[in-house]
């Protein structure tokens, strides 16, 4: 089945304890990227990747990293998180020439306490 | 900033009514336009696509209306049904297919009564 992985699905940690959630896809997709959602705030751009070793930042990307060291894992590290990190995380991929959009993870709800 | 401005927050519409959820951006340099629907405990997952070449996309009972010179996008759900109760959310970008960097509005919440 087609599908992008995010582990794990639910993470309760402390504040600045380093953390790493995982993202994986079998569609052999070029693009990946990683978004926060929060209430009124809707879907936000952390990190974008258009393909390996190439990696850009979004909109809200202060916190976060992530490398793209083969092309179906795109894991999202927080060094240090913080309580303002609390947010559900949606891991998703794409073709790069596609008419299909983003398939997205099921999500990763982190809070930080 | 919020480039795409999403209204309403939230909808409650009659079964076999009309959905209207609007849109608004900024950047003339957008040019994909797609929605989005989520469901509860889901990721979202692409529901219709417009690019600003046309003016009208209708895929079943969606329906993209998208005015340039306004910099205005709306989805119409038709004969609106309980299982179209979601959370949609317009989103633009810039790029050949446009899934480099896309930007999303904050969302509607979409509940359809019987």
């Known amino acids: 089945e087609a599908q992008v992985t995010q582990n794990p699905r639910y993470l309760i940690t402390v504040t600045g304890k380093k953390l790493t959630v995982t993202c994986s896809q079998n569609?052999?997709?070029?693009?990946m990227s990683w978004y926060r959602q929060d209430p009124g705030l809707g879907l936000r751009q952390i990190y974008y990747s258009m393909n390996v070793e190439v990696t850009d930042k979004g909109d809200v990307p202060e916190g976060y990293k992530v490398s793209r060291k083969e092309k179906r894992n795109f894991p999202l590290i927080l060094e240090s998180p913080s309580p303002n990190q609390t947010s559900l995380y949606f891991c998703?991929?794409?073709?790069?020439?596609?008419?299909?959009?983003?398939?997205f993870g099921s999500g990763t709800r982190l809070t930080v306490v | 900033q919020q480039q795409v401005k999403q209204s309403p927050q939230s909808l409650i519409v009659q079964k076999g009514g009309i959905s209207i959820i609007n849109c608004a951006y900024e950047n003339t340099a957008f040019d994909y336009f797609p929605w989005y629907q989520q469901f509860p405990g889901k990721g979202p997952a692409l529901l219709i696509a417009?690019?600003?070449?046309?003016s009208e996309k209708k895929e079943g009972r969606f329906t993209i209306s998208f005015n340039k010179s306004a910099k205005q996008f709306s989805l119409h759900i038709m004969d609106s049904q309980p299982g179209d109760s979601a959370t949609y959310f317009c989103?633009?970008?810039?790029?050949?297919?446009?899934?480099?960097?896309?930007?999303f509005g904050t969302g509607t919440r979409l509940t359809i009564i019987p």
């Open positions: 569609m052999n997709h070029e693009y």
């Open positions: 998703a991929s794409s073709a790069r020439r596609t008419n299909y959009g983003y398939t």
């Open positions: 417009i690019r600003p070449d046309v």
């Open positions: 989103a633009a970008s810039i790029g050949n297919f446009g899934n480099e960097k896309l930007t």
